[in-house]
Protein backbone atom coordinates (compact mmCIF):
# COMPACT_ATOMS: atom_id res chain seq x y z
CA UNK A 1 0.00 0.00 0.00
CA UNK A 2 2.85 2.23 0.54
CA UNK A 3 4.83 3.70 3.30
CA UNK A 4 2.68 6.21 5.07
CA UNK A 5 4.67 8.03 7.66
CA UNK A 6 8.61 8.17 6.85
CA UNK A 7 11.34 9.55 9.54
CA UNK A 8 15.00 10.11 9.06
CA UNK A 9 17.34 11.16 11.64
CA UNK A 10 14.74 12.40 13.99
CA UNK A 11 15.96 13.67 16.86
CA UNK A 12 14.44 15.12 20.20
CA UNK A 13 16.30 17.19 22.96
CA UNK A 14 14.51 18.77 25.84
CA UNK A 15 16.08 21.82 27.89
CA UNK A 16 15.67 21.39 31.33
CA UNK A 17 17.66 24.59 33.30
CA UNK A 18 20.86 24.37 32.16
CA UNK A 19 20.82 20.83 30.78
CA UNK A 20 20.23 19.56 27.69
CA UNK A 21 18.54 15.99 27.63
CA UNK A 22 18.73 14.54 24.31
CA UNK A 23 14.94 11.86 24.59
CA UNK A 24 15.46 10.70 20.78
CA UNK A 25 18.53 9.51 18.78
CA UNK A 26 18.90 10.12 14.88
CA UNK A 27 15.53 7.78 14.53
CA UNK A 28 15.21 6.47 10.90
CA UNK A 29 11.64 4.47 10.58
CA UNK A 30 9.10 3.63 8.02
CA UNK A 31 5.36 3.12 8.34
CA UNK A 32 3.66 1.27 5.39
CA UNK A 33 -0.17 2.75 5.46
CA UNK A 34 -2.71 0.44 7.01
CA UNK A 35 -0.09 -1.18 9.52
CA UNK A 36 -0.49 -1.28 12.84
CA UNK A 37 2.35 -1.32 15.23
CA UNK A 38 3.31 -1.07 19.06
CA UNK A 39 6.02 1.07 20.53
CA UNK A 40 7.33 -0.63 23.33
CA UNK A 41 10.39 -0.16 25.78
CA UNK A 42 11.18 0.68 29.59
CA UNK A 43 9.51 4.62 30.77
CA UNK A 44 11.74 7.06 29.62
CA UNK A 45 12.92 5.27 26.47
CA UNK A 46 11.10 8.25 24.25
CA UNK A 47 8.31 6.23 23.03
CA UNK A 48 5.49 8.86 23.96
CA UNK A 49 7.88 11.40 22.28
CA UNK A 50 8.16 9.66 18.72
CA UNK A 51 4.12 9.10 19.19
CA UNK A 52 3.66 13.05 19.62
CA UNK A 53 6.01 14.18 17.17
CA UNK A 54 4.38 11.51 14.32
CA UNK A 55 0.82 13.12 15.99
CA UNK A 56 2.28 16.96 15.31
CA UNK A 57 1.86 17.34 19.16
CA UNK A 58 5.38 18.80 19.33
CA UNK A 59 8.26 19.45 17.09
CA UNK A 60 11.37 17.79 16.44
CA UNK A 61 14.78 19.31 17.34
CA UNK A 62 16.56 17.74 14.01
CA UNK A 63 15.57 15.46 10.75
CA UNK A 64 12.59 14.65 9.07
CA UNK A 65 8.83 13.49 9.32
CA UNK A 66 6.66 13.15 6.18
CA UNK A 67 3.02 11.50 6.90
CA UNK A 68 1.05 11.01 3.26
CA UNK A 69 4.38 12.86 1.52
CA UNK A 70 3.62 15.82 3.70
CA UNK A 71 6.79 17.46 5.63
CA UNK A 72 4.74 18.17 8.87
CA UNK A 73 8.30 19.20 10.82
CA UNK A 74 8.47 21.78 8.23
CA UNK A 75 4.96 23.21 8.66
CA UNK A 76 4.38 26.11 10.87
CA UNK A 77 2.11 26.21 13.72
CA UNK A 78 -1.24 27.01 12.49
CA UNK A 79 -1.18 24.79 9.44
CA UNK A 80 0.43 22.15 11.64
CA UNK A 81 -2.90 22.15 13.52
CA UNK A 82 -4.98 22.35 10.77
CA UNK A 83 -3.25 19.41 9.28
CA UNK A 84 -3.39 17.35 12.43
CA UNK A 85 -7.36 17.85 12.80
CA UNK A 86 -8.39 16.45 9.45
CA UNK A 87 -5.26 13.19 9.44
CA UNK A 88 -4.86 12.46 13.22
CA UNK A 89 -7.00 10.63 15.41
CA UNK A 90 -5.69 10.54 19.32
CA UNK A 91 -6.79 8.13 21.81
CA UNK A 92 -5.34 8.72 25.84
CA UNK A 93 -5.32 6.25 28.80
CA UNK A 94 -7.35 8.51 30.34
CA UNK A 95 -10.08 9.22 27.77
CA UNK A 96 -10.13 13.34 28.25
CA UNK A 97 -14.24 13.00 28.21
CA UNK A 98 -15.63 16.05 29.04
CA UNK A 99 -17.54 14.87 31.99
CA UNK A 100 -20.98 17.51 31.32
CA UNK A 101 -21.63 16.48 27.69
CA UNK A 102 -23.07 13.30 26.74
CA UNK A 103 -20.88 10.17 25.02
CA UNK A 104 -23.08 12.03 21.23
CA UNK A 105 -21.76 15.56 22.47
CA UNK A 106 -18.28 14.74 23.19
CA UNK A 107 -17.33 12.28 19.86
CA UNK A 108 -18.70 15.66 17.77
CA UNK A 109 -15.99 18.00 19.33
CA UNK A 110 -13.44 17.78 16.85
CA UNK A 111 -16.31 18.65 14.11
CA UNK A 112 -17.09 21.54 15.66
CA UNK A 113 -13.83 23.03 13.77
CA UNK A 114 -15.23 22.04 10.47
CA UNK A 115 -17.67 24.07 8.47
CA UNK A 116 -20.14 20.84 9.03
CA UNK A 117 -23.68 21.86 9.47
CA UNK A 118 -25.29 20.76 12.99
CA UNK A 119 -27.30 17.99 11.06
CA UNK A 120 -24.07 16.64 9.70
CA UNK A 121 -22.29 16.71 12.81
CA UNK A 122 -24.51 14.73 14.46
CA UNK A 123 -24.81 12.23 11.71
CA UNK A 124 -21.45 11.63 11.72
CA UNK A 125 -21.26 11.13 15.59
CA UNK A 126 -23.40 8.36 15.21
CA UNK A 127 -21.92 6.50 12.71
CA UNK A 128 -18.55 6.53 14.97
CA UNK A 129 -20.82 5.45 18.29
CA UNK A 130 -22.66 2.65 15.93
CA UNK A 131 -19.15 1.88 14.84
CA UNK A 132 -18.01 1.09 18.48
CA UNK A 133 -20.82 -0.60 19.78
CA UNK A 134 -21.69 2.72 21.59
CA UNK A 135 -25.44 3.77 19.46
CA UNK A 136 -27.46 2.73 22.84
CA UNK A 137 -25.08 4.83 24.95
CA UNK A 138 -25.49 8.67 22.96
CA UNK A 139 -27.19 9.87 25.96
CA UNK A 140 -25.42 8.86 28.68
CA UNK A 141 -22.46 11.17 30.38
CA UNK A 142 -18.93 10.07 31.15
CA UNK A 143 -20.23 8.90 34.85
CA UNK A 144 -22.53 6.63 33.30
CA UNK A 145 -20.34 4.97 31.47
CA UNK A 146 -17.43 2.20 32.37
CA UNK A 147 -14.15 2.77 31.94
CA UNK A 148 -14.60 0.32 28.96
CA UNK A 149 -17.15 2.54 27.03
CA UNK A 150 -15.61 5.79 27.69
CA UNK A 151 -12.63 4.74 26.35
CA UNK A 152 -14.74 3.28 23.36
CA UNK A 153 -16.19 6.91 23.02
CA UNK A 154 -12.86 8.16 23.21
CA UNK A 155 -12.25 6.03 19.85
CA UNK A 156 -15.21 7.09 18.43
CA UNK A 157 -13.94 10.65 19.22
CA UNK A 158 -10.85 9.73 17.39
CA UNK A 159 -12.43 8.34 14.17
CA UNK A 160 -15.25 10.75 13.77
CA UNK A 161 -13.21 12.47 11.63
CA UNK A 162 -12.19 9.70 9.19
CA UNK A 163 -8.65 10.34 9.92
CA UNK A 164 -5.68 8.99 8.06
CA UNK A 165 -3.81 7.89 11.43
CA UNK A 166 -4.92 6.68 14.95
CA UNK A 167 -2.05 7.77 17.64
CA UNK A 168 -3.29 5.72 20.66
CA UNK A 169 -0.95 6.33 24.23
CA UNK A 170 -1.60 3.47 26.88
CA UNK A 171 -5.15 2.99 25.46
CA UNK A 172 -5.52 -0.18 27.68
CA UNK A 173 -3.69 1.76 30.56
CA UNK A 174 -6.23 2.64 32.87
CA UNK A 175 -8.37 -0.80 31.88
CA UNK A 176 -9.68 -4.55 33.29
CA UNK A 177 -8.58 -7.23 31.34
CA UNK A 178 -11.83 -7.82 29.97
CA UNK A 179 -12.09 -4.00 29.06
CA UNK A 180 -8.82 -3.87 27.52
CA UNK A 181 -9.61 -6.66 25.34
CA UNK A 182 -12.64 -5.37 24.12
CA UNK A 183 -10.89 -2.14 23.12
CA UNK A 184 -8.08 -3.92 21.65
CA UNK A 185 -10.46 -5.93 19.61
CA UNK A 186 -11.90 -2.48 18.26
CA UNK A 187 -8.45 -1.47 17.48
CA UNK A 188 -7.71 -4.36 15.36
CA UNK A 189 -11.11 -4.12 13.70
CA UNK A 190 -10.64 -0.39 12.21
CA UNK A 191 -7.08 -1.18 11.24
CA UNK A 192 -8.06 -4.57 9.57
CA UNK A 193 -11.44 -3.73 8.34
CA UNK A 194 -11.37 0.40 7.86
CA UNK A 195 -7.78 0.74 6.57
CA UNK A 196 -6.44 2.98 9.72
CA UNK A 197 -2.48 3.15 10.45
CA UNK A 198 -2.17 2.83 13.70
CA UNK A 199 0.73 3.73 16.20
CA UNK A 200 -0.08 2.83 19.83
CA UNK A 201 2.47 2.85 22.66
CA UNK A 202 2.01 0.19 25.44
CA UNK A 203 3.27 -1.25 28.45
CA UNK A 204 1.32 -4.79 28.20
CA UNK A 205 3.20 -7.33 26.01
CA UNK A 206 -0.32 -8.91 25.49
CA UNK A 207 -1.73 -5.58 23.64
CA UNK A 208 1.40 -5.38 21.63
CA UNK A 209 0.96 -8.98 20.79
CA UNK A 210 -2.64 -7.11 18.79
CA UNK A 211 0.11 -5.15 16.69
CA UNK A 212 0.96 -6.27 13.11
CA UNK A 213 4.97 -5.15 14.34
CA UNK A 214 6.30 -4.08 17.29
CA UNK A 215 8.93 -1.61 17.53
CA UNK A 216 11.26 -1.30 20.40
CA UNK A 217 13.41 1.81 22.04
CA UNK A 218 15.55 2.11 24.82
CA UNK A 219 17.22 5.26 25.50
CA UNK A 220 15.94 7.02 23.15
CA UNK A 221 17.18 4.59 20.27
CA UNK A 222 15.39 2.13 17.80
CA UNK A 223 16.68 -1.20 19.24
CA UNK A 224 14.99 -4.03 17.30
CA UNK A 225 11.62 -4.41 15.51
CA UNK A 226 9.68 -7.22 15.97
CA UNK A 227 8.26 -8.26 12.32
CA UNK A 228 4.65 -10.44 12.95
CA UNK A 229 6.68 -12.62 15.71
CA UNK A 230 10.14 -12.68 14.49
CA UNK A 231 12.87 -10.44 15.97
CA UNK A 232 14.83 -8.10 13.21
CA UNK A 233 18.18 -6.20 14.74
Request: with cysteine.
Amino acid sequence: MGKLIEIRELSKVYQRGKQKVEVLHHIDLDVEQGDFLALMGPSGSGKTTLLNLIGGLDAPSGGAISVGGQRIDQLAAGALAKWRASQVGFVFQFYNLMPQLSAQRNVELPLLLTKLSAAERSKRAAIALQLVGLADRAKHKPAELSGGQQQRVSIARAIVSDPTLLVCDEPTGDLDRESAEEVLALLGVLNREHGKTILMVTHDPKAAERARHILHLDKGRLVETMVEGAAVA
